[in-house]
C-alpha cells in the first residue's frame, strides 16, 4: 500500500517563527503535493512538484515555500508564521498523469495553530 | 478560471437508501475525476475515478457518473451505511495543467439510523 507520512500530527507555532512540514512518500511517485484545507474551502493547493528540485504555484502559495531535494521528501516551509496559516495541511503524492491511474494518496495531515 | 464545485455542502440520508453528491466543474479541459472520502480526523481517501471518456463507472456500491456536456459529475452510493458518513470531495485533473489536482470544497454526509 502506498504510504504518504507528515511528520507531525499537530504543531503549534508562535507568529514569526518558521515552520517546517515535512512530507515523505514511499511510492516513488514523481509528484507531490501541499494542500491547506480549511472549513467550507475545501482542499486549496498551496505548491506541487512534478520532479526533484522541480515545484510549481499552486492557487495559495502566498507565505509559503516548498523543497524538492529528494524525490521521497517533500517540505513545506512558512517563512514567517502568521495566525491566517493556522489550518490543516495535507500533502499528498502521485505518479504522474500520463499514466493510467494518477490519484493522488494523502498522509493523514498536519493541524498547526499558529498563536 | 478553473473551479470545482458542490451544489449541496451537507447531505442528511436515512440509512438504507442511496445517496447521491453532485458536482459541477468548469475546465473542459479536466479528462480525468476523482471523488474521495474524508473521514474525521484521517486524509482523503480514493474512492472511484472516471476519465472523460467514459460516462459511467460502477465500484462496490458507488457509481460514478459524468456528464461532459453539461460538466457535472457525480457520485451515487447504494444502501447507504453508517461508515459512509464523512466530507465527498470530487477533484479534477488534465495533461495540460502540469499533474495539477483541483478539488471542490466538499459536501458532508451524515446518516440518520
Known amino acids: 500500500d502506498v504510504k504518504v507520512t507528515q511528520s507531525s500530527r499537530y504543531l503549534v507555532k508562535r507568529t514569526g517563527e518558521k515552520v517546517f512540514l515535512e512530507c515523505v512518500q514511499d511510492?516513488?511517485?514523481?509528484?507531490m503535493f501541499w494542500y491547506r484545507q480549511d472549513p467550507g474551502l475545501g482542499l486549496r493547493l498551496i505548491y506541487f512538484?512534478?520532479?526533484?528540485?522541480?515545484?510549481e504555484k499552486g492557487d495559495i502559495p502566498e507565505g509559503y515555500s516548498v523543497s524538492r531535494e529528494k524525490k521521497e521528501r517533500f517540505s513545506l516551509i512558512l517563512e514567517s508564521a502568521s495566525t491566517n496559516q493556522t489550518s490543516m495541511y495535507l500533502c499528498?503524492?502521485?505518479?504522474?498523469?500520463?499514466?493510467?491511474?494518477?490519484?493522488?494518496?494523502f498522509g493523514q495531515g498536519t493541524r498547526l495553530t499558529v498563536v | 478560471g478553473e473551479s470545482v464545485g458542490l451544489h449541496l455542502p451537507t447531505l442528511s440520508v436515512q440509512e438504507g437508501d442511496n445517496s447521491i453528491i453532485n458536482c459541477a466543474y468548469s475546465?473542459?479541459?479536466?479528462?480525468?475525476f476523482i471523488w474521495y472520502k474524508q473521514e474525521s480526523g484521517k486524509g482523503p481517501q480514493f474512492i472511484i475515478d472516471?476519465?472523460?471518456?467514459?460516462d459511467k463507472r460502477q465500484g462496490q456500491r458507488v457509481t460514478v457518473l459524468l456528464n461532459k456536456t453539461v460538466k457535472h459529475l457525480s457520485l451515487q452510493i447504494a444502501a447507504t451505511q453508517p461508515g459512509d458518513s464523512a466530507v465527498y470531495f470530487c477533484?479534477?485533473?488534465?495533461?495540460?495543467?502540469?499533474?495539477?489536482?483541483?478539488f471542490g470544497s466538499g459536501t458532508r454526509l451524515s446518516i440518520r439510523p
Open positions: 499528498a503524492s502521485s505518479p504522474p498523469t500520463q499514466g493510467t491511474n494518477t490519484e493522488a494518496f
Open positions: 511510492m516513488d511517485h514523481e509528484n
Open positions: 512538484s512534478y520532479d526533484v528540485k522541480m515545484k
Open positions: 475546465n473542459s479541459a479536466s479528462d480525468y
Open positions: 472516471i476519465r472523460s471518456n467514459m
Open positions: 477533484a479534477e485533473t488534465s495533461r495540460s495543467s502540469a499533474s495539477k489536482i483541483i
